[in-house]
Structure formats: structure tokens, C-alpha cells
């Protein structure tokens, strides 16, 4: 069944699918988060090198477990990269204005920013780069 036919319930199991990679993408994401924060890294600095990491994960279980790629390998990893760095800005944006105007703690911050990044990432997955 071509990925663009795909039926609601489809795309609700491909959702949960995406779901349960996500929560091992936000697992290596928030370890390499909170290593580097917790070694004296800045926070955003830390969250940048973790989202360079995650999105490869996320990107290598997406492909294999949730998404059929009509693209080549090397395309669908540059639009999964564009994709997660458009969440990436936002998350970056979010987690600035979180922490330094409404004092939120920079370890609480990531998971605030999640409710926001997982709805984004996986229409930008699904809608464009997985296509």
C-alpha cells in the first residue's frame, strides 16, 4: 500500500510506531543532553550536540520501522536532518524563552519542549521527508 493511501488507522499505528521510536530517540537524546550538561556544557550547546545525535537515530529506526522511503538513503537523511531542524529551532527557541524569561529549570525544559516537537516531527516525517 503506497504511503500516500494510507488509511486513518494506518496512520494512527504508523503514528504509535513512531511514538515508540521517538521514545528511544528522546532517551539517547536527553542521555547525551543531560551528560554534557551535567559535565559543564552550556545548555544549548548541549542541545544541539544531542539533537545531532538523535536525529541520526531517529533517522535510522524511522526508516526501518516506521516509514517506507520512496527516496534514496542519502536524500531521506538530508530531509530527516531539514526536517528535525526545523524542531530543532523551535525546541532551541522554546527552551531559551522557557529558561531565561519564565525561570524554568534547564533540566525540566527539554521535556516541556517535547510537547510541542513530537507533533511537528512526525508530519514533517510523514508529509515530506520519508515521501
Given at each position: 500500500m503506497r504511503k500516500?493511501?494510507?488509511s486513518s488507522k494506518d496512520s494512527l499505528i504508523q503514528f504509535f510506531k513512531f511514538g515508540l521510536v521517538g521514545l528511544s530517540n528522546t532517551a539517547v537524546g536527553f542521555g547525551v543532553y543531560y551528560v554534557l550538561f551535567f559535565c559543564g556544557v552550556n545548555y544549548l550547546i548541549a542541545n544541539i550536540v544531542s539533537w545531532l545525535v538523535s536525529v541520526f537515530n531517529a533517522f535510522y529506526w524511522n526508516n526501518k520501522y516506521v516509514f517506507?522511503?520512496?527516496?534514496?538513503?542519502?536524500?531521506t537523511l538530508l530531509r530527516?536532518?531539514?526536517s528535525?531542524?526545523?524542531?530543532?529551532?523551535v525546541s532551541t527557541l522554546l527552551m531559551y524563552v522557557l529558561v531565561e524569561f519564565l525561570e524554568v529549570s534547564p533540566v525540566i525544559a527539554p521535556v516541556l519542549c517535547l510537547l510541542v516537537t513530537v507533533p511537528l516531527?512526525?508530519?514533517l516525517n510523514k508529509f515530506w521527508a520519508f515521501k
Open positions: 500516500d493511501s494510507l517506507q522511503s520512496g527516496s534514496g538513503w542519502w536524500k530527516t536532518y531539514i528535525y531542524g526545523a524542531s530543532l529551532l516531527n512526525f508530519l
